[in-house]
């Protein structure tokens, strides 16, 4: 008999299915009245991907395990496809259960929403760039991926790294007119050793150029992925807090949103559309479309492209959908309770992988030299987040069922998305997170070229 122990333990499947056990039991745990339910699969999956990750660099060349170790590495932990496809999973179960109600809740919130997503995704930029005086050894490239990353935005991140690139190409093509403080930058980024005095006479050679564009990009990915955990747990503790910190009553709030729905229902003509137990086939073409339609590039002139990415593509396709019902004899309108079933089956999964993803770099992050990256996450996570809630609250009045879908729209957190729906024991947040999230990522992409261009 032969067990490879080294070959199982590196196996995404069975991190993920360990992260997944254990996060459920954590998640039974109660704190006093508040237990962490699907969402501990998230923070158990964290703990699990930094010890296997702390273990493969234990492993050296030549001993025993080190291709299983060095493969696992290289994918970060779990490989990113199983990601996307229960991101995909979650999200079109979320859209179809929500559908129904899109139009009633667009024609009543819709300004709102626009309002909403781009004042989350402003002063998030804001709080990141004012984070930037508090290091002046800071990398600005990676700052302005923790931007992305503290608001969970991959197509931010996209737009991100193709901004940097012509922002690094733009300074690498004009360093003779460069201060000396940016060019002392330059050199620092390639590890080129340069004597201060000599700075303004050295001439950057065409491989140092590439090597500090090459660097401005890889430090947009070292940003985004030390901030995108931290700013899935803001949006976690925001959705399930928030209620008790500023007197919420959630069971008040489900009675008065579900009653100015079916006022609303009852003034709108619409056909009858009946619903099925469950048709496999809308399902995947619900998946399908929409993967398709979050591939597709809208060039935007000086901003560069924009996409709604996978998690975006598969949202809107699915509340579209979800909102026709029924063409020819395929179904969208599904019992709600075997989509429920899906959902939370994918968002335990997507979950736990997003932790055993990033586990290593989040306590890299706080006990190591990532520690200012982590801080800024942290702070833009909760100003984003704290912006959205007082912007949607107070000042647009906007129902909490339905906002705190729309923060989470907003921080285009699909994590918040699922701690959201779980935390008011209904799908209806997904309406409000599908009705901001675009304006979010345009307002993404253009204030991430915006950091860009601000002196850092």
């Given amino acids: 008999m032969n067990f ?31 237990n962490f339910g699907i969402s501990g699969t998230l923070f158990t999956g964290l703990v699990i991907g930094w010890g296997v990750y702390s273990f493969g660099n234990t492993i050296t060349e030549g001993e025993k395990g080190f291709e299983y170790v060095q493969s696992m590495i290289s994918v970060g932990v779990i490989p990113k496809e199983f990601f996307t496809i229960f991101l995909i999973l979650f999200v079109v179960s979320v ?9 009633i809740v667009l024609k009543k919130f819709g300004a709102k929403f626009v309002i909403l997503g781009f004042a ?15 290091n002046a050894n800071s990398d600005p490239y990676e700052v302005s991926g923790v931007y992305t990353g503290a608001l969970t935005s991959s197509p931010g991140l996209a737009a991100a790294i ?58 947009i990915g070292v940003g985004h992925a030390i901030g995108y955990p931290f700013g899935v747990i803001v949006v976690i503790f925001a959705v399930n807090f928030f ?29 009858n559309i009946p619903t099925v137990n469950f048709d496999l086939l809308g399902f995947a073409l619900a998946c399908f479309l929409g993967y398709t339609l979050g591939q597709i590039q ?27 019902g029924k063409i020819g004899f395929i179904n969208f309108r599904m019992d709600n309770k075997i989509l429920s079933i899906i959902r939370q089956l994918a968002l335990a999964f997507f979950l736990a992988i997003v932790g055993l993803r990033y586990g290593y770099k989040v306590f890299d992050s706080i006990f190591g030299s990532g520690a200012y ?27 909490w069922i339905m906002l705190s879908g729309a923060i989470c729209g907003g921080m285009t957190s699909t ?13 209806e947040p997904a309406a409000g997170y599908g009705a901001t999230y675009p304006f979010a990522l345009l307002g993404m992409v253009i204030f991430t070229i915006v950091l860009h261009n601000l002196p850092m």
């Fill in 4 to 34: 490879n122990f080294i070959s199982w333990l590196t196996s995404p499947y069975i991190l993920m299915f360990v992260a997944v056990f254990t996060g459920i039991m954590f998640g039974k745990i109660k704190f006093g009245k508040f």
């Fill in 95 to 103: 859209g179809l259960l929500a559908a129904k109600d899109m139009g």
């Fill in 120 to 134: 989350i995704t402003l002063l998030g930029a804001a709080a990141t760039y004012g984070m930037t005086f508090l």
């Fill in 162 to 219: 193709e901004t940097a690139k012509g922002h690094a190409t733009r300074k690498v093509e004009t360093f003779d007119e460069l201060s000396v403080e940016d060019k002392k930058y330059i050199f620092n980024s390639i590890n080129r050793e340069v004597d201060e005095s000599d700075i303004p006479n050295v001439e950057l050679t065409k491989e140092n150029k590439e090597i500090f564009i090459k660097n401005a990009e890889a430090g």
């Fill in 243 to 271: 209620p008790k910190i500023f007197g919420i009553d959630v069971k008040k709030e489900m009675e008065i949103y579900r009653r100015e729905m079916s006022e609303m229902q009852a003034q709108t003509s619409k056909k």
């Fill in 298 to 324: 809208i060039y935007l002139g000086p901003l560069g492209h924009f996409s709604l990415g996978s998690t975006g593509g598969a949202l809107l396709g699915a509340l579209a959908l979800g909102y026709i």
């Fill in 373 to 399: 990256l982590a801080l800024v996450g942290l702070v833009v996570g909760l100003v984003a987040m704290l912006a959205g809630f007082f912007i949607g609250r107070w000042v647009l009045k906007i129902n």
């Fill in 415 to 427: 994590p918040g998305l699922g701690a959201a729906i779980e935390a008011v024991g209904s799908d």
